[in-house]
């Protein structure tokens, strides 16, 4: 049997991984503990920024993507640690039968044995519909295991309020935070291997540049 990972992210697309949880990887990571991450989609939906021809040709180039900043995060080195990938279909995933997204999360918890599961909170920190549905399957799956085989369960939170009324209604202030400074530049690094995701990047960055160094995080309470 595996050893069981010390966190497992599960999130929609390519590039969800890394601007909250890219220095918190880091150092769990550093400290020899195994991760995992598992990503829903291709991103095939995404801008492209002329970079690419065509859904089919994104997807690969978001793969190519992902697979160099978990390369510069360090979990696609580190034993024990997993990254998944999916294909259900990128914006769309509230169009999708419910239940194989909550079975998907569901068979990662029960076979890969996390500590802790991340990801996004009810609001999905910004109301892509994507990241509202991913947390609504990842909770659902969460509620569905007896209770002594629950991980703990940590939602992406920002300090600062939505600017949107109905985001800011579900907002849920951190109630964990890690200084991840010393991986600034690495974290950079890792971000910057998506390069197809330029545009959300400069936005992330001057929206919200003091998570470039302070992770936050909501632990939900049982």
Same mark, same amino acid.
């Given at each position: 049997?595996?050893?069981? !990972?010390?966190?497992?992210?599960?999130?929609?697309?390519?590039?969800?991984?890394?601007?909250?949880?890219?220095?918190?990887?880091?150092?769990? $990571?550093?400290?020899?503990?195994?991760?995992? !991450?598992? #990503?829903?989609?291709?991103?095939?939906?995404?801008?492209? $920024?002329?970079?690419?021809?065509?859904?089919?040709?994104?997807?690969?180039?978001?793969? *190519?993507? &992902?697979? *160099?900043? $978990?390369?510069?995060?360090?979990?696609?080195?580190?034993?024990?640690?997993?990254?998944?990938?999916?294909?259900?279909?990128?914006?769309? &995933?509230?169009?999708? %039968?419910?239940?194989?997204?909550?079975? +998907? *999360?569901?068979?990662?918890?029960?076979?890969?044995?996390?500590?802790?599961? !991340?990801?996004?909170? %009810? @609001?999905?920190? @910004?109301?892509?519909?994507?990241?509202?549905?991913?947390?609504?399957? +990842?909770?659902?799956?969460?509620?569905? $295991? =007896?209770?002594? /085989?629950?991980?703990?369960?940590?939602?992406?939170?920002?300090? #600062?309020?939505?600017?949107?009324?109905?985001?800011?209604?579900?907002?849920?202030?951190?109630?964990?935070?890690?200084?991840?400074?010393?991986?600034?530049?690495?974290?950079?690094?890792?971000?910057?291997?998506?390069?197809? /995701?330029?545009?959300?990047?400069?936005?992330?960055?001057?929206?919200? =540049?003091?998570?470039?160094?302070?992770?936050?995080?909501?632990?939900?309470?049982?």
């Amino acid at each position: 049997m595996t050893q069981p !990972l010390k966190l497992l992210l599960i999130v929609p697309h390519p590039d969800d991984e890394v601007y909250g949880a890219a220095g918190t990887l880091m150092d769990l $990571l550093g400290e020899g503990h195994p991760c995992g !991450l598992v #990503t829903l989609t291709r991103g095939e939906a995404g801008r492209t $920024l002329g970079l690419a021809e065509g859904p089919e040709e994104l997807a690969r180039m978001r793969a *190519a993507e &992902l697979q *160099a900043c $978990l390369d510069e995060i360090g979990l696609t080195t580190h034993p024990g640690s997993v990254h998944e990938q999916h294909a259900f279909p990128d914006k769309y &995933l509230q169009d999708q %039968p419910f239940e194989p997204l909550v079975e +998907v *999360a569901r068979e990662a918890m029960t076979r890969l044995r996390p500590e802790t599961v !991340l990801t996004f909170p %009810p @609001n999905g920190s @910004n109301g892509h519909p994507d990241h509202v549905t991913t947390h609504r399957a +990842v909770k659902a799956a969460w509620d569905s $295991l =007896p209770p002594a /085989q629950r991980p703990q369960l940590w939602y992406y939170a920002s300090p #600062t309020p939505p600017e949107r009324e109905d985001l800011r209604a579900a907002w849920l202030a951190p109630t964990l935070r890690r200084d991840v400074t010393r991986h600034v530049t690495r974290k950079l690094r890792a971000i910057g291997c998506h390069r197809s /995701q330029a545009l959300s990047t400069v936005d992330f960055i001057r929206k919200f =540049p003091e998570r470039i160094t302070e992770e936050t995080f909501y632990e939900l309470e049982d």
